[in-house]
Each structure stands twice: as C-alpha cells, then as structure tokens.
C-alpha cells in the first residue's frame, strides 16, 4: 500500500497474532466507534437508543453494552439485524417500519446515537431523545436535511458530531480499540458475512449494494 499512503512508525499499531482471523481485524471502524462512546456523554444509568443497525451501529451495540448505561434500546427497519442486534446485547429492538417512532418511547431516551446516515434515521434520533438529552450525530450523511431549529431551543438538546476531525486524540483510540477488539469487546465474528479473493470483488460489491444474502460487511482478501 506505499504508493498510496505512508505512516510513520508513531502512526502504525500491531495487531496480536493468532488473537482471530485476519479478515475479522477491521480496525478503524471500531476506532470510529469507541470515538463515538467517549463522546457521547453517556452517565450511568442512561437510557440509550441507537437508531440503525446497520454494521456501524451493531458495532455501537457491542461496545455500548460494556459501559455503564441503564438501558440500551435499538431501532431499525430490518427484523434480521434487530435480531443480531438483541443477541448481541441490547436490551430491547424495535422495528421502525411503519415510519413512526411508536410513543412509548417518543421523548424517553437520554442519548440518542444514530448510525445509519438516512433522512429517516435522523428525525427518529430527534424524536427519541428527551429535553435535555444528547443527539449524537455520528453517520456520515451525504444530503441536506431541514431542522426545526425551535424545537431544538425548546427541547434544549446537545447535538454531537462525532467525527475523526473533532477529537485531536483521535489516533490514540487505535491501541485502546485493538486491546478491546482482542479481548472479545467489540467483535466481527457475528458482522463478517462476505469474505472473498480480489477475484471475487464485484460479487462482494454487488451484495454490500443489494444487501443480499444476508450482506452485512464484506472483507476482499490480498
């Protein structure tokens, strides 16, 4: 990978050998992660809700589930990964498919963490979270999306960004993620679905898009 980037000896982490599979030490996901815990906010006893299942988000629910919070809740449009979702750790899953935060949970959670990057996932977060409670914006969104800027005054929320730029610490995550990843914290065993030579790339691509078979992170080999 030289003749696309360099990294100083300061910049490179070992991964423990023979720990797992290669294919399963995808790291700087986790890192972003474990970026997203430290800076969510989280007290003890908090009522969390992480809005999308998707690989970030059952990567969230794993680490999450190790922390010091009351109650982990998830919700998603997809029954299969709300299943994995609940095996690996939450609390409770509940199926957004109809389009409408239900109202037993509207307004109830202290921080609401959305993973999936939709327009959809996002006015969920917002109507899961409680006044005063934390909206941690973590996916990465690709379009615009219009706010009602009074009722953030009104309902007094903290709206976090947590992205590699806003922690200049960032890199030292890596190490604490390995360690965590090592130890069975935060694991791919149950994520990893797609596994191929470079050969098979287009497949493996053409699953992640279609999310077929079961897709949920695919791995090319070298």
């Known amino acids: 990978m030289a003749r696309h980037a360099l ?5 490179v982490w070992a991964i423990p050998e023979g720990a797992m599979p ?5 790291v ?3 890192v972003c992660v474990v970026n997203g815990i430290v800076h969510a906010g989280i007290q003890p006893g908090d009522r969390v809700a992480v809005v999308g299942t998707v ?8 680490g999450l589930r190790r922390s010091l919070l009351g109650n982990l809740t998830a919700f998603d449009v997809d029954a299969r990964r709300l299943a994995l979702a609940s095996e690996l750790g939450a609390d409770a899953v509940v199926d957004l498919q109809s389009g409408e935060v239900p109202r037993t949970f509207a307004r109830s959670f202290d921080v609401a963490i959305e993973t999936a990057a ?7 977060a917002f109507a899961l979270a409680k006044p005063g409670g934390i909206i941690e914006n973590f996916a990465w ?9 009074e009722d953030w005054h009104v309902q007094g929320w903290r709206i976090v960004n947590s992205q590699p730029e806003m922690n200049p610490h960032f890199g030292d995550l890596y190490p604490r993620t390995i360690a965590l990843m090592a130890n069975g914290t935060i694991s791919n065993r149950k994520l990893v679905t797609h596994v191929g030579s470079l050969d098979r790339a287009a497949e493996i691509y053409a699953a992640a898009a279609d999310r077929t078979g079961g897709y949920v992170k695919g791995v090319i080999t070298f």
């Open 118 to 124: 939709t327009s959809r996932s996002l006015d969920s």
């Open 141 to 149: 969104h690709h379009h615009e999306h219009a706010f009602d800027l």
């Open 28 to 30: 700087e996901p986790a």
């Open 22 to 26: 290669a294919e399963l030490w995808i």
């Open 7 to 11: 990294r100083t000896e300061r910049h």
């Open 55 to 62: 690989y970030m988000g059952l990567l969230f629910v794993q």
